[in-house]
Structures are given as C-alpha cells and as structure tokens.
C-alpha cells in the first residue's frame, strides 16, 4: 500500500526547500516504509485534497495554507474512541506501543500519513502531529503544506 509524508510549516516554503526522496536517511522511515519517493507534479494537488480529506475537522483547507481550528470537540470524540478501544490492548504485550500507535491512528480515518512538522527532521505519525497540534497551537494558527512524498508500506 501506499501513502504519503507531507511537510507542514509555519511559514510557507520555496519549492529549492521541499523534502524530497532524499531528505531521509533509510533508518529514519524504516520502521514504517519499504521506500521513499517524490510525488510527480501531476500527482501533487490530488495529495494535497488527500491531506485535507484526512485531516478534515481539524484544518480548514485553502490550497496549501492550513488554518487550524478548534479541536476540542475532535479531541474529546477522539479520547471517547480511543477509551472504547483501549481494552482491546494489552499493555504487557512488546507489541503494546505499536496497537496504542495503531489505535491512535485508527481513531481517525485511519490515516497512515506521515508528518514531518515544523523541520522536525522525521516523519512522524498522523497521531503524534494530532497531538502535537492540539498541545503547542491554537485555533486560527496557520501552516502551509511544502513537499509531499510518495511512501510504500
């Protein structure tokens, strides 16, 4: 299957600036890609409505600029799925972190998009993002979408 790793920033960034199939090292999308690879031009803004298909309810979506809105109401409805299925979990298993991280996901739309925010350096989950977006931001922040990779899984 496919999918996709998005740069978010807070400014908008110049094309020379887009992460591209070589902005990461093996070992840093390893653990959830066989590869990495551009997004073809024509292919770009059907990844960009894809973003925003994903990430509904918590972006308000103006071609590349991002408007963060209020997530309390996503959150909680997010933390009440999250409750209905955390005893589906078994916290003693090795595999627990990888079914929270899952579950997490799950929690919405089941995106398996990768987010490398804010130069980050690494693609990181659609969850954590989520999370990060909603502990560091407020509503009415805006970031702009840069470069987008294809990623095989």
Known sequence: MHSRIYQIEKNEIDKE????????????YCD??????DVDEEDYED????????????????????????????VEKWKGSI????????????MAMHDLNSL????????????????????DSAGSFILELFHYNKPGDVFYIGGILDYHF
């Not at 959830?32 to 690879?37: H, Q, T």
């Open 104 to 123: 997490v996901n799950e929690t919405h739309h089941r995106i398996t998009h990768r987010i490398d925010f804010m130069g980050n350096g690494y693609p």
């Open 17 to 28: 600036d887009y992460i591209n199939e070589t902005s990461y090292e093996h070992s840093q």
């Open 83 to 94: 409750k209905q299925y955390a005893n589906t979990i078994d916290m003693r298993s090795g």
């Open 47 to 74: 990844a960009v409505e894809w973003f925003k298909d994903s990430f509904s309810g918590i972006f308000k979506c103006e071609g590349r600029k991002l408007t963060l809105l209020d997530l309390t109401d996503f």
């Open 32 to 37: 959830f890609a066989d590869y990495i690879s």
